[in-house]
């Protein structure tokens, strides 16, 4: 099949809908809006529905009554107004319901600006809403990946049913690569959903999509049985890329377009005579924690350098990885600036 | 011969709700109401947070219980994927007129075919008394102690807002202070169901409760406080009605 | 492998162009990509936008120093300028931009884009024009390349397709 030239957002839309996302909810911010903008002429050429919100709370909150019925259903949006959606993730999480949401980062915190980021990672991959619970986070690295990875994540979510997140920036949103988009799924094809609402005919239990364990023995044996699910997504899902680490002394720890920065810039150092290599977590959650530790244990291996688009967040997993076996080392841009791999290969050669 | 028998629709879970509160009444009439149209195998309700929080283990649907606020938005989607199917949201004033005032709003504006039973008794419940939206002036609360007056704003005529909106197809305000009543809002309940049944569009039934716990009244001075105070404030008729509309058209 | 930057006023087709110029590689079966900036501005505010066109793996899609350097207006010169490549080609569009480029170590074609597409039928095709003298002289993409390219970037408005693709054989011919 013939590659197109798409933006990111585009392929993200385009994904979904081929995955069989027939719901869509969202409300405008930039640099997502593609992602509704293109949802709204798309979703109606296929019989599916778009619903511009009247806020990211109503959005969410739709997608958890669509999903909740059964529907393959889906949000995205940047930020801030990510921050707004975290009571109904928290809540989606909590009774079962599969779902996917898109956060097209930029930068915080605040009103920030519309400039790409990764402050994020916190919200997206330690839970961001209230209580226990988990998100399988993805962090695609290209138009391609952003492709795949939102096709897959509704195969995932209904899987586990679990809310699963897109992370990735404004730049990756904004630019345009090649991509092989997947085919398009047959719908009826796609598993039953015997727990989603639909009108109860009497025949088995009645179905009731609800958060509310008010009973602390209850709401415990819930949240284990979540937890239970977290450690059967960590044995199953895990995905993480190893560029150039067989023989690396410095290994780079980079997700979503930062890591292609560190592709660059890893290029350069080695032509400089510096072995340095790249451990890239596909997924944010669950973290790849394992290869991590694994390098960590090598005598060649000297030092990690994590490389993000924030203060240091994806750092502290990384830290917890090597459990103190390493130096892990931070280099990071905010505000919207995006370092280059100049900027990269220069701080690795300064060997700081 | 007619005998009375307790509507299948409701389950044999005793209600929680505090003596002589209304809301097991308004449950009654809201699972009556479908069980007549023969339409129980088709709906899907919706809960709000507030006292009828646990609606969804009286009625005896597929039931969501949502976020606080979040009942319309969330009905939006669900009505999305199952558009016959019926789906009602049954909320409270906190939930409604408060929280959730962007939800209920836009569902209307949007004409979204759902029902939304709304249940005005002036006051927070579950939390123990404190003032809502619906509040009258004068009555007290547990955050407006000395009644509440200009200093705490005025309290918000959901019907009267909505009917000003294109998108709304049917707004009726009815209470539950007496059988006559009682019998009148299942009549606005059975009309707002089967405007959905038709796929007519918005409505919603707003109905007069008392909250005796809360208001620090009997159950019987309570039912009297509806008919002499808060009907007064929140006078009782229908305030838009398309089908009227069409008729005088 | 080519790493381009194309940078000048909204509205002068800047990052039309580098869409054309990616879409065109990417049929002669290259990896591309293509990084707008963006943002508040519209029309009449800056804009650019980095093209990579390459046999392999493109990695990071943010260029440090490109090799191709586009110029359409002078503010854009001098944000540019000083980080082209050595030995890299700097093209300026000598029809806005009224600087001379100082560095000695880069290669400069001056193109007087908008005059030569104005005479040609259209001063709006400036910027492919502009990708004319680009192809040509770096042997970036080849004419059918994009003349398919620009089938794909005015699909939406196709009576202007053959003035596109005339005025983009002219430059390539002249350079």
């Given at each position: 099949m013939a590659r197109q030239l798409i933006k990111g957002n585009e392929a993200i839309a385009e994904a979904a809908v081929r995955s069989g996302c027939r719901y869509y909810f969202g409300y405008p911010i930039t640099p997502q809006s593609e992602i509704p903008e293109y949802m709204s002429a798309r979703l109606s050429e296929v019989g599916g529905t778009f619903i511009q919100a009247e806020s990211e709370i109503s959005a969410i909150n739709m997608v958890y009554g669509a999903a909740a019925a059964g529907g393959r259903a889906m949000t995205s949006s940047s930020s801030p107004g990510i921050s707004l959606k975290q009571e109904g993730i928290s809540y989606i999480a909590a009774s079962d319901v599969p779902c996917v949401i898109v956060n097209v980062m930029r930068a915080g915190p605040g009103l920030g600006g519309i400039q790409p980021s990764q402050g994020d990672y916190f919200q997206a991959v330690k839970g961001g809403g209230h209580g226990d619970y988990k998100l399988i986070v993805y962090a695609p690295s290209s138009v391609q990946e952003a492709a795949d990875y939102t096709y897959k994540a509704f195969d995932v979510a209904d899987k586990y049913r679990i809310p699963v997140m897109i992370l990735c920036d404004g730049l990756l949103g904004q630019m345009m690569e090649g991509v092989e988009l997947p085919p398009m799924r047959d719908l009826s094809a796609l598993p039953k959903k015997d727990w989603a609402l639909r009108g109860w005919d009497r025949n088995g239990p009645r179905r009731i999509i609800n958060s509310l364990r008010i009973q602390p023995d209850e709401l415990e044996r819930y949240i284990d049985g979540l937890y239970k699910k977290y450690d059967a997504i960590r044995q199953n899902e895990i995905e993480v890329e190893e560029y150039l680490c067989d023989d690396a002394e410095i290994i780079l720890a980079a997700y979503g377009i930062v890591a292609r920065i560190c592709k660059g810039a890893i290029l350069k150092l080695r032509k400089m005579g510096i072995k340095a290599g790249l451990i890239r977590p596909i997924t944010l959650f669950p973290f790849p924690e394992d290869t991590f530790a694994m390098h960590a244990e090598k005598g060649s291996v000297k030092k990690f350098v994590s490389v993000e688009l924030s203060k240091g967040q994806m750092i502290e997993d990384v830290r917890l990885a090597i459990g103190g076996k390493k130096p892990v080392a931070f280099y990071g841009r905010t505000g919207g600036n995006v370092m280059n791999e100049d900027d990269v290969a220069s701080f690795i050669a300064g060997g700081k | 011969m007619a005998v009375f028998h307790k509507t299948k629709d409701l389950t044999s879970k005793p209600f929680h709700y505090c003596p002589g509160c209304t809301h097991g009444i308004v449950h009654r009439l809201v699972a009556e109401a479908i069980e007549e149209f023969g339409v129980s195998e088709k709906t899907i309700g919706i809960a709000p947070?507030?006292?009828?929080?646990?609606?969804?283990?009286?009625?005896?649907?597929?039931?969501?219980?949502?976020?606080?606020?979040?009942?319309?938005?969330?009905?939006?989607?669900?009505?999305?994927?199952?558009?016959?199917?019926?789906?009602?949201?049954?909320?409270?004033?906190?939930?409604?007129?408060?929280?959730?005032?962007?939800?209920?709003?836009?569902?209307?504006?949007?004409?979204?075919?759902?029902?939304?039973?709304?249940?005005?008794?002036?006051?927070?419940?579950?939390?123990?008394?404190?003032?809502?939206?619906?509040?009258?002036?004068?009555?007290?609360?547990?955050?407006?102690?000395?009644?509440?007056?200009?200093?705490?704003?005025?309290?918000?005529?959901?019907?009267?807002?909505l009917a000003t909106q294109e998108g709304t197809y049917y707004a009726e305000r009815v209470s539950t202070h007496n059988v006559k009543q009682v019998l009148n809002a299942k009549r606005a309940i059975k009309k707002a169901l089967k405007n959905q049944i038709d796929k007519k569009g918005f409505s919603i039934v707003e109905v007069l409760t008392n909250c005796p716990t809360n208001w620090h009244m009997s159950p019987q001075d309570s039912l009297k406080y509806i008919e002499e105070k808060v009907i007064l404030y929140y006078p009782l008729g229908i305030f838009k009605d398309k089908d009227a509309e069409v008729k005088n058209a | 492998m080519h790493k381009i930057i194309i940078a000048g006023f909204g509205g002068q087709g800047i990052l039309l162009m580098g869409q054309i110029m990616a879409y065109s590689a990417m049929t002669e079966g290259k990896e591309v990509s293509w990084m707008p900036s963006y943002g508040p501005e519209m029309r009449g505010g800056t804009a650019n936008c980095a093209v990579i066109i390459s046999e392999g793996m493109v990695a990071s899609p943010v260029i440090s120093r490109p090799d191709v350097l586009v110029i359409m207006n002078n503010p854009s010169l001098y944000k540019f300028i000083d980080r082209v490549e050595e030995g890299g080609t700097v093209f300026v569009n000598s029809s806005l931009v009224d600087v001379k480029v100082e560095r000695k170590d880069v290669k400069v074609v001056y193109v007087r884009a908008n005059e030569d597409a104005h005479e040609l039928g259209t001063e709006k095709a400036a910027n492919v024009y502009m990708m004319g003298a680009v192809s040509k002289v770096c042997g970036v993409i080849s004419p059918e390349s994009a003349h398919r390219g620009i089938e794909h970037g005015f699909s939406s408005k196709p009576k202007l397709i053959y003035l596109n693709k005339k005025i983009f054989d002219a430059a390539f011919e002249r350079f």
């Open positions: - | 947070v507030g006292c009828s929080v646990f609606a969804y283990d009286y009625f005896n649907f597929d039931m969501a219980e949502a976020a606080h606020g979040r009942a319309p938005a969330m009905a939006t989607g669900i009505k999305r994927v199952h558009p016959d199917c019926l789906v009602f949201c049954y909320q409270g004033d906190g939930d409604l007129a408060s929280i959730g005032t962007a939800e209920t709003v836009h569902a209307a504006c949007r004409g979204e075919n759902i029902t939304i039973i709304f249940i005005n008794n002036g006051i927070y419940g579950m939390t123990g008394g404190q003032m809502a939206p619906t509040t009258i002036m004068g009555q007290k609360a547990t955050t407006c102690p000395n009644g509440r007056s200009g200093i705490n704003g005025y309290p918000i005529k959901i019907c009267e807002m | -």
